[in-house]
């Protein structure tokens, strides 16, 4: 057990590096990006951390952590804004639905990351958005450059822009090393998705 000592200088020291925000990239061809945000987020909400992840991508498909943000509520919120995966799969929505849908969820991004009510801010798959077309590079570096100062900034998705990543101070780069559906696996349940 800690003396009372060393818990109260933790807890000084957790209050003083809440004050400053950073921001983390996830990027990379290897799976795992949105999950590795999923558990900040999960980690966050054991210490009373509030944040939301705003999906630029992910449509209508169920997946697991639509159920799983229900469980981490109030604490965190899931904001689903895009429509599907654009061009792949039965994607049969026109490219500028896609990017209408794209920009709206860039406006909703503007205003969470403003909030003083959010801890912790998480884009998910915005760098794909940038790659698609549907936003700029610019857009993203304007938001990373209007952030409430306190509020941890996580960015997922392949294809991340170096300058980008020149403002980040965390990158992580998911790298494939194998993968099951190379040997004719479909994505499978609670594992991709």
């Known amino acids: 057990m800690l ?6 200088t933790l807890t000084a020291l957790f209050e ?11 990027t990379g061809s290897g799976k795992g990006k949105t999950t590795a ?9 054991g210490y009373g951390l509030k944040g939301v992840m705003i999906q630029f991508i992910k449509g209508s498909w169920f997946y697991g952590e639509k159920k799983s943000f229900q469980l981490l509520s109030p604490n965190f919120r ?3 804004h895009g429509k599907g995966f654009v061009g792949i799969i039965d994607d049969k929505l026109p490219f500028e639905e896609h990017k209408k849908i ?9 205003k969470e990351v403003i909030c003083k009510d959010n801890d912790i801010v998480i884009l998910d798959e915005i760098n794909y958005a940038a790659k698609g ?8 570096i304007d938001l990373i450059k209007m952030k409430e100062k306190t509020i941890d900034l996580i960015l997922t998705g392949n294809y991340a822009d170096q300058s980008i990543i020149d403002l980040a101070d965390t ?11 190379n040997k004719g696996n479909l994505a499978k349940k ?3 998705f």
């Open 16 to 26: 003083m590096k809440k004050k400053e925000g950073l921001v983390l990239i996830n």
């Open 171 to 181: 990158v992580t780069e998911m790298k494939e090393i194998k993968h099951a559906f």
């Open 133 to 140: 077309n549907l936003i700029t590079t610019q857009d993203i």
């Open 37 to 45: 945000a999923l558990g900040i987020a999960l980690r966050a909400s």
């Open 190 to 192: 609670g594992i991709d």
């Open 3 to 8: 003396p009372v000592l060393a818990v109260a």
């Open 102 to 110: 794209a920009q709206e969820a860039l406006e909703i991004a503007k």
């Open 78 to 80: 899931l904001i689903t």
